[in-house]
Structure formats: C-alpha cells, structure tokens
C-alpha cells in the first residue's frame, strides 16, 4: 500500500510533534528534518489531525 488516507502538509508542519504523541498507530513519525510525516495507511486519524496547530493533518475521505 502506497496510498495514504491520513497525511501530513509539511510545508506548514512546525515539528511540535502533537500528532504523533497522540497517534498510538503508530502511523505518524518525525522525519529526519524535524517535521511530521505519515507511513502508508488507510487509517483516519482524528485526533491527531484535531491536535495540529497549523491544520497539518489531513484526511483523504476516498
């Protein structure tokens, strides 16, 4: 699976790393830049997309 369904924008990720804290999937990770970044899933994480400060997640709904 290469497709993502939760994703991260990192042009606008400021690496606090409030999405991965809180993503027990451990789907989301900090990449070797310092900023957030997500493995191939299907999953729809909520929370974490709620917890960003600058709307870094995002949710591909298809």
Same mark, same amino acid.
């Given at each position: 699976m290469d497709k993502k369904r939760t994703w991260i924008d990192q042009s606008i990720c400021i690496g606090c790393q409030?999405? /991965? +804290?809180?993503?027990? =999937?451990?789907?989301?990770?900090?990449?070797?830049?310092?900023?957030?970044?997500? !493995?191939?899933?299907?999953? !729809?994480? /909520? +929370? =974490?997309?709620m917890v960003c400060p600058t709307g870094a997640v995002n949710i591909d709904e298809n």
């Open positions: 409030a999405c /991965v +804290e809180i993503d027990e =999937s451990d789907i989301l990770f900090m990449d070797d830049n310092g900023l957030a970044q997500a !493995k191939p899933n299907d999953a !729809k994480l /909520v +929370e =974490s997309q």
